[in-house]
């Protein structure tokens, strides 16, 4: 299984800013994705990060305020902008192993907005 | 889109005793799986389901794969303190492979 980095691990930032987080593998990957998990619910898929081209969003997310980038195989970046404090949340990103079923997750970026 | 539905949502149980999770689905999954969360982390996989009727064990962990492909559960055997955390299925169809439905979760905890 790859392992995952995220930079930052947890930020407080205020509202109307924007923050990005990393997301780094220690290998090549095809799929990589980004999730978010509010206080106490389950994740919620908000895109695939394709390498060398847009990302692939879900219904209800936009690419103006989750702008993703993904310049190579072992890392990609979810910007989240504008922020508001229902953004505060977990964000995780994951990769898939050999399987493209079976993901593997980053230890998550803890953001809390005020 | 599909929706899982998980159960129960939390569970106290005694050191020792055994668990049982389910999840279900008015929606057809190919793939069936069950991930742990422990607090401060993303989830870690812990079974992996392909096949209608497949019973997969990892460790004190058995996970099945429902006849119907609309279902799966998950059983711990002789629970530990370190079991405690958030246990979520996972569903994925063929035409969204790699993209998982996460059930809600269910929270649980061990008594000593």
């Known amino acids: 299984s790859a392992v995952i980095s995220q930079k930052p691990s947890r930020d407080i930032c205020q509202r109307g800013t924007s923050l990005t987080i990393q997301c780094q593998v220690d290998?090549?990957?095809?799929?990589m994705f980004w999730y978010r998990q509010q206080p106490g619910q389950s994740l919620t898929l908000i895109a695939t990060?394709?390498?060398?081209?847009?990302?692939?969003?879900e219904s209800g997310f936009v690419i103006d305020k989750f702008p993703i980038s993904r310049p190579n195989l072992t890392f990609s970046t979810l910007t989240v902008s504008n922020m508001s404090p229902e953004d505060s949340s977990i964000y995780l990103c994951?990769?898939?192993?050999?399987?493209?079923?079976?993901?593997?997750f980053g230890p998550g970026t803890r953001l809390t907005v005020t | 889109g599909q929706q899982l539905n998980q159960s129960p949502q939390s569970m106290f149980i005694q050191e020792g005793e055994d668990v049982s999770m389910n999840c279900t689905s008015s929606?057809?999954?190919?793939?069936w799986l069950w991930y742990k969360q422990d607090p401060g982390e993303g989830p870690v996989l812990l079974i992996a389901?392909?096949?209608?009727?497949e019973l997969t064990s990892n460790g004190r962990l058995t996970a099945q794969f429902g006849i119907t492909r609309k279902d799966s559960f998950l059983n711990i055997s002789a629970s530990i303190p370190s079991d405690v955390g958030i246990y979520f299925c996972?569903?994925?169809?063929?035409?969204?492979?790699?993209?998982?439905?996460f059930g809600d979760g269910t929270t649980l905890t061990v008594k000593p």
């Open positions: 994951s990769v898939t192993g050999t399987s493209f079923s079976e993901q593997y």
């Open positions: 996972a569903g994925e169809t063929s035409t969204n492979a790699g993209k998982s439905t």
């Open positions: 929606s057809i999954f190919n793939t």
């Open positions: 990060a394709n390498q060398g081209s847009e990302a692939t969003y």
């Open positions: 389901l392909y096949k209608a009727g």
């Open positions: 290998s090549q990957v095809t799929m």
